[in-house]
């Protein structure tokens, strides 16, 4: 697990001398070695320049055959690369049955080779998380390859007059290029209020895009290309199971066989524990296949409404691991949330990423790698938000006037969730229902703060693109095309990656969500309980004791942990002056929202919260202010 980036172009504009310094915003990604690479070359339009730039959390063979980059045994091939690739012997043997050799033990190298033999089509060979950059001197060519579910991020720029290309993975490093071209986007902006996370493949920055997950990008000439190796869509290698207990048995093979191959590493390596079905059920699957006791981790909180670690530390008790909590204060959360600006390279405001840090912190003093569940709720049905959008389709059969007129009657109704309801009627499209139940502003309220704002088709479009007739079928599977990578996975990566502990995701293995959203809704809802075949893999574990209970999601009462500093915040980076001054947000239009937040947004204070959290992070990455 690493951090990378590099440089392609025009000799007189890509200036590689720079790359070191690229290289230094990502050390936190990989503080155990450091390397930069340089090559020049003819192009179409003169003199070209290439550099690589790479920080090396040393995972699997430490030694410096580990270097990175690294080149082919021919020297025709360089790679800089961040993941890890589960799979990697079993390749090494089938190259080495065709003649390949190997002189390390890492992964990278395999990589290297199957690039060499198979070429593009070697990326759906791949099991695991990876975003890499290549060089193919012979084809002067760079390939850049992200992994299917988008685990690892992978960010690029690239100037069409010229061809240059900065690329890396974070927008630290980009930023710390001199052609680096820093005007924000208005539209991501707006959608970032709306969802709290900005979605791909746009960034904060209207020069800067995120390479999508399963595709791959081609640098020639100066011009690029995307490609799609693999897509989430795709029929399932054979049909699901139509009874419930095979469909069981099926998925304990598929994710066992998933964590076992997460289990390699030549560092100490446990799990993140919630005590809820997905972690629950990688922990369980974790301690049948290790020799020894797993290492847990789990954060509580004082507040009783989201305190999961007394179920986590039942959990632990009951599968035997060596469990480690910790009770975070209000004061280490308060100090976590003045830090993220700097720990997130694009603005974010998902509050669940308070307690990720402390988490990711915690067990970082133990061991390097963890082994977490994230992806069990997208991809077996978890979130809270289908139900509602079940409910809400049986009155969404109505006419979209009367439904439009239910909605404006929406604020005389006192009953809270009644009125929530009533608001969402007045959507055009079971897409743009599915997507309002997690949006925080309305697109006409944005619009009064950012201007004439367009609806992103990202999420509508992977719902309609579902191959599936079920609304929430296709909600899951419009949540893992876009949710998943750009709020979900993004929180993990930076988390995680800002103490230099790799999280792996098994769940996330695209074999085991391939055959989970392949599964018919009467096996996912199984009994009318979500996620179930994932949860009777748990409970034949654990019991069904310790897992039957009101689903908390990972978030924070923001409003009540930051009572005392929203109100400073406010008054600091929402002046209208500053706002004025800095052009992004209209002071009128933010007024509106302020008068929402302050309305409705209760005791999260969520719509509060993003405002503050793109002003902040503005200030901290463009004006150089402390933000305590």
């Not at 950012?450 to 419009?478: I, L, Q, S």
């Not at 002046?575 to 004025?580: C, G, K, Q």
Request: proline share 7%; hydrophobic share 40%.
């Amino acid at each position: 697990m690493c951090g990378f980036c590099g440089v392609i172009g025009p000799a007189r504009r890509a200036a590689p001398e720079r790359i070191e310094a690229m290289a230094r915003a990502l050390r936190h990604r990989g503080p155990d070695d450091a390397g930069s690479w340089t090559a020049s070359f003819p192009g179409e339009n003169g003199d070209q320049a290439l550099a690589f730039g790479h920080a090396r959390l040393s995972i699997l063979d430490l030694s410096p055959l580990g270097h990175q980059p690294m080149h082919s045994a021919d020297g025709t091939l360089t790679i800089t690369y961040n993941g890890e690739i589960y799979n990697f012997r079993d390749l090494r043997e089938e190259l080495r049955r065709s003649g390949s050799s190997f002189r390390s033990e890492c992964d990278t190298e395999v990589l290297l080779e199957a690039y060499r033999v198979w070429g593009v089509d070697a990326f759906d060979r791949l099991i695991g998380m990876f975003a890499f950059a290549l060089w193919d001197a012979p084809r002067r060519r760079l390939v850049l390859v992200r992994d299917r579910l988008g685990i690892k991020p992978l960010y690029y720029a690239h100037d069409p007059s010229d061809g240059l290309l900065t690329f890396g993975s974070e927008l630290h490093a980009l930023r710390a290029h001199p052609s680096f071209d820093p005007r924000i986007d208005r539209e991501a902006l707006a959608h970032f209020l709306q969802n709290c996370y900005v979605t791909g493949p746009a960034t904060i920055y209207t020069s800067v895009r995120r390479l999508q997950p399963g595709d791959y990008l081609v640098w020639q000439d100066g011009r690029i290309s995307t490609h799609t190796y693999w897509r989430l869509t795709d029929p399932p290698d054979e049909p699901p199971p139509t009874r419930f207990e095979d469909a069981v048995a099926r998925l304990e093979l598929l994710l066992g066989d998933a964590v076992e191959r997460r289990l390699i590493a030549d560092v100490p390596l446990g799990a993140f524990l919630s005590g809820g079905i997905d972690s629950s059920a990688v922990v369980a699957l974790m301690q049948e296949r290790a020799t020894h006791k797993v290492r847990t981790f789990s954060i509580g909180f004082a507040d009783q409404g989201f305190d999961e670690a007394p179920y986590a530390s039942a959990v632990a008790r009951r599968l035997g691991t060596d469990h480690t909590e910790l009770y975070v204060r209000r004061e280490e959360a308060v100090r976590i949330a003045h830090e993220l600006p700097d720990l997130f390279d694009e603005p974010f405001g998902d509050s669940s990423a308070i307690p990720t840090v402390a988490l990711s912190r915690l067990t970082r003093r133990h061991v390097t790698v963890a082994l977490s569940g994230d992806g069990g709720d997208e991809i077996f049905g978890g979130y809270t938000h289908y139900a509602k959008l079940r409910s809400l389709l049986r009155p969404f059969a109505a006419p979209r006037s009367l439904r439009r007129l239910a909605s404006a009657m929406a604020p005389l109704v006192p009953a809270p969730s009644v009125r929530r309801g009533l608001g969402h009627l007045a959507a055009a499209t079971p897409a743009e229902l599915s997507e309002s139940l997690v949006q925080f502003y309305s697109l006409a309220e944005v619009r009064a703060a950012c201007g004439a704002v367009r609806p992103r088709d990202g999420y509508r479009a992977a719902f309609e693109g579902a191959p599936v007739a079920d609304p929430v079928r296709k909600a899951m599977f419009a949540d893992a095309r876009v949710y998943l990578p750009d709020d979900i996975l993004t929180k993990v990566d930076r988390a995680s990656m800002s103490v230099a502990l790799e999280a792996r995701v098994p769940i996330l293995d695209h074999r085991v969500v391939r055959f989970g959203l392949s599964l018919p809704r009467e096996i996912t809802w199984h009994g009318g309980q979500t996620k179930a075949p994932l949860r009777a893999i748990a409970a034949h574990r654990i019991g069904r004791e310790l897992l039957e209970r009101p689903k908390h999601g990972f978030g924070i009462p923001i409003g009540t942990l930051l009572a005392e500093e929203l109100p400073r915040w406010t008054a600091t980076y929402l002046a209208p002056d500053r706002l004025t001054e800095e052009g992004h947000l209209d002071p009128r239009g933010v007024e509106r929202l302020l008068a929402r937040a302050r309305a409705g947004a209760g005791p999260d204070a969520a719509p509060l919260w993003n405002l503050l959290c793109f002003q902040r992070w503005f200030a901290r990455n463009h004006r150089g202010e402390q933000v305590d």
